[in-house]
Nanobody
Framework: VQLQASGGGVVQAGGSLRLSCAAS???????MGWFRQAPGKEREFVAS????????AYADSVKGRFTISRDNVKNTEYLQMNSLKPEDTAVYYC????????????WGQGTQVTVSS
């Protein structure tokens, strides 16, 4: 499965962006996630959603501001980001894994999100 992330850009603090991640094949049996990496920092978990959308998880830093969702018909996952802060600036990566696996093994190329103060 190949993943293509899009939707990044430059936005002012308090603004919103919606990231999309299109998969080249079916994702209906895959858990999906979003990660991010800021300059000089390690990649960190942002959000995840189970294969059927039944369970989501968020990093504490984005809870209440970001929402992960998926459309298994379109083979696409989304990350709605509201109330953006400068510290959200990073390259955002989408990822996928088999629902029976622990680690993500499919990764997208990343999309840059820059939040100006």
């Amino acid at each position: 499965v190949q993943l293509q992330a899009s939707g990044g850009g430059v936005v002012q603090a308090g603004g919103s962006l919606r990231l999309s991640c299109a998969a080249s094949g079916p994702i209906r049996v895959m858990d999906m996630g979003w990660f991010r990496q800021a300059p000089g920092k390690e990649r960190e978990f942002v959000a995840s959603i189970t294969w059927n959308g039944g369970r989501t998880a968020y990093a504490d830093s984005v809870k209440g501001r970001f929402t992960i969702s998926r459309d298994n018909v379109k083979n696409t996952e989304y990350l709605q980001m509201n109330s953006l802060k400068p510290e959200d600036t990073a390259v955002y990566y989408c990822a996928a894994k088999s629902s029976i696996m622990t680690d993500y093994h499919y990764w997208g190329q990343g999309t840059q999100v820059t939040v100006s103060s």
